[in-house]
Structure formats: structure tokens, C-alpha cells
């Protein structure tokens, strides 16, 4: 199948990238775009055969040239040329300020202490539900347990650590 799609490639790269071209009014924008086209069909022809690949490789080049148009948009919106010196100085870092993540890894002590106290097991549901992502049922099959349980587990566990963390916070 890459060689079909290496043929069709071959055949409709001009018409592509003047199709591309006339959306994106960049030639080499519409170059890449076109590339990108090809990679894109061929990782969906590994998923499938395409049965209409010409018509594939169109709708893939214009839907790409559309996404970037609509990202060149959204980042002209958000980007402002000519930002003075003071301006830029009085934007936030997107980092947290010391004093917050001092409170925050003081939070996270509370809540690791809190989650201490409660049974081994409630714990456990706690780990391989919040951290390890495990559903619910896959949890209450690996600990012999109804799904139920489970689920109660993980309720009294997280308004027992959000009742600690409350209490700090008022105290």
C-alpha cells in the first residue's frame, strides 16, 4: 500500500501544495503542509486502506491548511508586538512563587499524613485509583473487593484528607 500511496503522492503534490497555497498564501507553509499531508496518510493507511486516496489526500491538505490558519489566529490574538520593557516585567512567570510552594508542599505533607492514618487498603484504592489511573472495577478485582467497596473506599479517603486539610486551613 506505501507504494500506491507514494504513487498518488507523486501524482497530486503539485495540486496539493496550489491548493494548500491558495488557503495558507505562503509557499513554504504550503510545501510543509503538503509533507505533512503525506505523513498523516500514511499513518492512516497502517491503520486501514483508504479507498479513495486522491480524495484522502485533498481533505487531508485542506483540513490541515484550515488548522493552521485557525492557530495563526488564535496566536495572533494572544501575541502583541511592541510589549515595552515594563509591560513584559509585569507579566507573571508561569512559575509558582516561593511562599506557594512552600504552602502547597505543606499541603501535600498534611494530605500524605492524613491518608496514613486510614486502613492499608483504603489507601491502596486511593494509589491505584488517583495515581496509577486504574478504573474502579479493575481496583476492586485486584483486591477481591466489590466495585462498591471501592468506591466507598475512595469517598471516605478523600473527605477524610479534604477534612484534615480544612482543619489546617482554619487553624
Known amino acids: 500500500m506505501p507504494t500506491i500511496l507514494n504513487d ?48 484522502f489526500l485533498h481533505q487531508t491538505a485542506r483540513n490541515l491548511a484550515l488548522d493552521y490558519l485557525r492557530r495563526r489566529k488564535t496566536r495572533a490574538r494572544v501575541e502583541t508586538d511592541g510589549l515595552s520593557d ?18 502547597e508542599r505543606e499541603r501535600l505533607r498534611l ?15 486511593v ?4 495515581i496509577e489511573e486504574w478504573t474502579n472495577a479493575r481496583i476492586a478485582l485486584h483486591l477481591g473487593v466489590s466495585e462498591r467497596t471501592v468506591f466507598n473506599d475512595l469517598k ?9 486539610l480544612a482543619r489546617k486551613d482554619k487553624g
Open 156 to 164: 471516605l479517603a478523600m473527605a477524610h484528607c479534604r477534612d484534615a
Open 127 to 130: 494509589r491505584l485509583s488517583r
Open 111 to 125: 494530605f500524605q499524613a492524613a491518608l496514613a492514618t486510614l486502613p492499608e487498603r483504603v489507601q491502596q484504592v
Open 86 to 103: 515594563e509591560m513584559l516585567e509585569s507579566i507573571p512567570a508561569d512559575t509558582p512563587s516561593l511562599e506557594t510552594e512552600i504552602m
Open 8 to 55: 498518488a503522492f507523486q501524482l497530486h503534490r503539485r495540486s496539493l501544495t496550489w491548493s494548500v497555497m491558495r488557503i495558507v498564501r505562503d509557499p513554504q507553509i504550503a510545501e510543509d503542509l503538503a509533507q505533512e499531508t503525506y505523513v498523516r496518510a500514511h499513518k492512516a493507511i497502517e491503520a486501514g486502506p483508504i479507498e479513495h486516496i486522491e480524495a
